[in-house]
C-alpha cells in the first residue's frame, strides 16, 4: 500500500481547494498519482452534482469584469446552494477568476466558456471540482457579454446583482464616471430599455393594450380612451426607459440630461442588468 505523507495530502489540497480527508483518499485511491487523484477528485464533483441534479441552486454570485482598454465587459453568475457558500472569500475568487477567463477570452456562450482552458484544466473541470469540495450543486448559470466604445461596471453590494454599461464614447474625461454613476441607477430603477425606440414592439403592444382596458374600465368614453391610453404609454415611457428615467442623482434632470452636461454627445447604447 502506498504511503501519502501529510505534505503530499497538503499540496493537492492546495491545488484543488478539497477537503483534507477528501485528498487523502483520492491520494490513496490513485497510489499516489497525482494526476489521478485530481481526476478522481473531479469524478467525485461530477456524482455529486449527479445526486443534487434536482436541488435548486438559487444562491450564488454575480460577477462584472471589463477589459483594460474599456471596450468589452462580461458578467457571470456563479450559482450554488447556500448563501453561506455564496459568501465565502474562495468562492467568490473562484467566480472572479472564471469571468476574467470569459472575458480574456472573447467568450459569449456558457458551452464555449465551461469547455475553456482554465487553471491547468477547463473551466467545468474546475466548476466540478468545486462541487466536490463543497457538496452543493454549483453551474455557471449565466454569461453576459457587451462591447462599446466605453464599457462600465458596476457590482452591488454583497454580488448580488451586477451591471454593465455600453457607452458611445471611451472612457476619459469623465466618461468613466458618468457611466458608474448611470450603471448604480441601472441597478436601483432596473429599466427595461435604454430607450423607447429600443423597447420590442411586443411589449409596446402588451403595455397599449393594456392601457386602453384600464381607461375603458374607468368608464371614459371609447372615443377618446386611445388617446388618454397614450398619455399613460408616455408615462410608462418614462418610468421605464432609462434615458427618460429621473436620475437619481439629481431627480430635477433625466439620465439623458446628466449624460449631455458631462457630454454633449455622449449616450448610452446598451446594458446589461443582472442578478440572483
Known amino acids: ?7 503530499e495530502v497538503n499540496k493537492l489540497r492546495q491545488q484543488t481547494g478539497a477537503g483534507m480527508m477528501d485528498c487523502r483518499k483520492a491520494l490513496v485511491e490513485s497510489e499516489g498519482d497525482f ?18 441534479s434536482d436541488r435548486d441552486a438559487r444562491e450564488g454570485v454575480v460577477i462584472a469584469a471589463t477589459a483594460e482598454d474599456g471596450k468589452s465587459g462580461v458578467i457571470i453568475t456563479l450559482s450554488c446552494e447556500t448563501d453561506f457558500v ?7 475568487a473562484f467566480a472572479q477568476a472564471v469571468a476574467n477567463t470569459a472575458l480574456t477570452g472573447h467568450f459569449s456562450s456558457l458551452e464555449a466558456l465551461n469547455a475553456a482552458p482554465f487553471q491547468g484544466a477547463t473551466v467545468n473541470d474546475k466548476v466540478m471540482e468545486q462541487v466536490g469540495r463543497i457538496g452543493e450543486k454549483v453551474s455557471i448559470s449565466r454569461l453576459e457579454r457587451i462591447q462599446a466604445d466605453g464599457v462600465v461596471s458596476y457590482i452591488h453590494a454583497g454580488n448580488r446583482m451586477a451591471v454593465l454599461v455600453g457607452l458611445n464614447k471611451p472612457l476619459n474625461n469623465g466618461v468613466a464616471s458618468a457611466g458608474k454613476d448611470v450603471a448604480m441607477q441601472i441597478a436601483a430603477m432596473n429599466p427595461i430599455a435604454v430607450d423607447q425606440a429600443s423597447i420590442p414592439e411586443s411589449v409596446l403592444n402588451r403595455e397599449k393594450e393594456i392601457a386602453i382596458e384600464q381607461v375603458k374600465a374607468e368608464g371614459k368614453p371609447a372615443g377618446i380612451a386611445e388617446k388618454i391610453a397614450m398619455g399613460k404609454l408616455n408615462k410608462f ?7 427618460a428615467q429621473p436620475f437619481v442623482k439629481d431627480t430635477n434632470q433625466t439620465v439623458a440630461d446628466f449624460l449631455h452636461s458631462v457630454d454633449p454627445g455622449l449616450l448610452v447604447t446598451l446594458f446589461k442588468r443582472v442578478s440572483l
Request: zero cysteines.
Open 1 to 7: 500500500m502506498t504511503t501519502i505523507t501529510a505534505a
Open 86 to 92: 455564496a459568501k465565502n472569500a474562495a468562492f467568490i
Open 237 to 243: 415611457f418614462k418610468d421605464n426607459t432609462l434615458l
Open 35 to 52: 494526476e489521478k487523484a485530481i481526476d478522481y477528485l473531479r469524478k467525485k464533483g461530477a456524482k455529486v452534482a449527479a445526486l443534487r
